[in-house]
């Protein structure tokens, strides 16, 4: 118990940077689930977090409120942007979130009540590390029962094929604005807990880059599976402490292994690296597109 | 008036440049539909890679210049080979070139890192003489004129190749159809790569005229120039070259309106994304892009 607790005193913010991480990938998988490719994570992120630490110090709501209204406000944002931007397909779509990204940080960046590039400073710190992974543990169960659900079947015809799927009677519209509000939705969660983490948010930390990293997770952990994002969030956040531990210098060091690792993972395990702990033999969740490559 | 005059002249220069930088961009994604964030890492290269030229072997900038431009073009060639050419098979090949592309754009960026620091750097005083001519309130120095003037003379040299050379008639060969090409006896691997040498030469040119003209260069200055990279293609349209110029030039305009207008700094890129949310909702092809939008 004593290890525990020591362990907790020196990894406790660890510990909960990852469970953040996770959600944030988490909500981004939920889009990629369905095909779309969405650079714009990290902006509904700021959308909750701004949202539910202004309420939390400027009005007084209670804690779980705040958290709850900021998720919600950036479900709704998510479905009026949605509704437009997924017309785009692949990287016009990527570029429209990105886009839609950049300009929620410049206003955050350009606003009051946000606190402007100092951020918003003084946020109570409410979020507890259990807070962190019972939200976590709700949402992969959400999302793996969501798998086998109508809606779950229909994401993943749309992922492997929109035209066939809209001419299958899906109703592709619907279920892609349904899986990028879903994310939204939390994203948004994941950001209010944020706040409440770190005693002040800023808006550097919703950046561009973030929400590549996210994207990153998701790639190295694996989108064939819902635990895939978590997996990838969970190695990538540690990895800076484990390379410390292994002596290796600060910088570009530890950066190039992230790219590395990046690289490694997307010439070599297309589907990631849960794909290295599922057996070949069984057919997962999601088969890999090859059998529908072959027609290129 | 004469402020808006010198605003506008100011504006052109410095769209030349976003002009070069997208030109490297969008003749890739013209070929392989792939969008290629390394991009903007080999800008920076090109432009630390000068400024080590200049500072450290003391080779004189027209020298430096050339060479620079060269090495760059070979990242190129090993960018194609590591990241690009083992995906071309796959059937997802756009999705994961992007995300080899961001772990490319990782590494580089960490090499520019670990070989210049962080430290933001600047070319030494002599480096260019500079004139400064004025009329009436307006002054331009000689320094812009020649970046203007390189600038332009390598994208015009650009477009009259493609149009003219036969291995840039190949280059938009493989554009149309790379079957097609190899069907015609166009060597398609060795044209792809051969394009992602221009564009990277192109990219690392933009990279030293970006740091002569700022006076100052960082292993981060390829970040921004990345997402308005991104804005003037989309504008221009996926592809187009004197789309990529002309939109260069009307987002270094709209720039230096906005600041005109508001009279801060601050909205500047939120005006310059807000256009191109637009333009993706309302035009998605561009202004000169003349192809469909293409499946993801």
């Given amino acids: ?296 | 008036m004469d402020l808006l005059a010198q605003q506008l002249i100011n504006g052109l220069f410095i769209g030349s440049v976003y002009g070069l930088f997208a030109v490297g961009y969008t003749l890739v994604f013209g070929v392989l539909d792939i969008l290629n964030l390394a991009h903007a890492a080999v800008f920076t290269l090109g432009g630390l890679l000068a400024l080590w030229l200049v500072e450290t072997a003391g080779l004189s900038l027209w020298l430096a210049f050339p060479a620079s431009v060269l090495a760059c073009g070979v990242l190129g060639l090993i960018l194609d080979r590591v990241a690009f050419a083992p995906l071309r098979q796959r059937a997802d090949s756009n999705f994961s070139g992007l995300i080899s592309s961001i772990a490319m754009a990782i590494i580089f960026e960490s090499a520019a890192l670990g070989l210049f620091g962080a430290r933001t750097v600047r070319f030494p005083a002599h480096t260019v003489s500079v004139h400064i001519w004025r009329w009436g309130g307006i002054s331009i120095t000689s320094l812009q004129v020649e970046i203007v003037a390189v600038a332009l003379l390598l994208m015009v040299g650009l477009t009259q190749f493609l149009n003219r050379a036969r291995a840039g008639k190949a280059i938009r060969a493989v554009a149309e159809n790379d079957r097609t090409a190899r069907l015609l006896g166009i060597h398609v691997d060795g044209i792809i790569a051969f394009t992602f040498f221009i564009s990277s030469a192109l990219g690392g040119a933009a990279g030293i005229l970006f740091g002569l003209y700022f006076d100052s260069l960082s292993p981060d200055m390829g970040r921004s120039i990345e997402l308005k990279g991104l804005a003037v293609i989309i504008l221009g349209g996926m592809g187009s070259i004197p789309g990529a110029i002309i939109g260069g030039l009307a987002f270094g305009l709209s720039e230096v309106l906005t600041v005109a207008i508001t009279g801060t700094s601050n909205l500047r890129d939120a005006v310059a994304f807000t256009v191109l949310f637009a333009v993706l909702i309302l035009r998605p092809s561009g202004i000169f892009g003349r192809r469909k939008m293409r499946e993801a």
Wanted: hydrophobic fraction near 55%; glycine fraction near 14%; proline fraction near 4%.
């Fill in chain 1, 1 to 296: 118990m004593e290890a525990l607790g020591q362990f907790f005193a020196i990894y406790g913010s660890l510990v909960n940077f990852i469970g953040i991480n996770a959600l944030l990938a988490l909500s981004l998988y939920l889009t990629l689930a369905a095909g779309q490719l969405s650079l714009g994570s990290a902006a509904f992120a700021a959308i909750g977090g701004y949202t539910a630490g202004i309420l939390t110090m400027k009005c007084g709501f209670p804690f779980l409120l705040s958290v709850a209204i900021g998720s919600i406000l950036s479900g709704l944002v998510g479905l009026v942007i949605g509704l437009p931007v997924l017309r785009l397909r692949g990287v016009f779509l990527a570029i429209a979130t990105l886009s839609f990204g950049e300009v929620v940080r410049i206003i955050v960046l350009n606003l009051d009540i946000t606190g402007g590039a100092q951020g918003l400073v003084g946020i109570p710190n409410l979020t507890k590390t259990w807070g962190i992974y019972l939200t976590l543990a709700l949402a992969g169960y959400s999302i793996a029962r969501l798998r086998r659900s109508r809606a779950g079947w229909c994401f993943e015809s749309i992922r492997e094929d929109e035209t066939a799927a809209a001419a299958m009677g899906i109703n592709t519209t619907y279920y892609k604005t349904l899986a990028f509000t879903l994310g939204a939705l939390l994203a948004g969660l994941a950001g209010g807990l944020y706040a409440h983490l770190n005693y002040i948010i800023t808006p550097r930390e919703f950046g561009f880059s973030v929400a590549v990293d996210l994207l990153i997770y998701n790639i190295v952990g694996g989108v064939r599976c819902w635990y895939g994002p978590m997996l990838g969030a969970f190695l990538l956040t540690a990895l800076p402490e484990i390379l410390r531990g292994t002596g290796v210098a600060a910088g570009p060091v530890r950066m190039a292994a992230n790219g590395l690792i990046l690289l490694l993972v997307i010439l070599f395990l297309p589907n990631g690296l849960v794909s290295v702990f599922t057996r070949p033999g069984r057919p997962q969740a999601g088969l890999p597109p090859a059998a529908v490559a072959e027609e290129v």
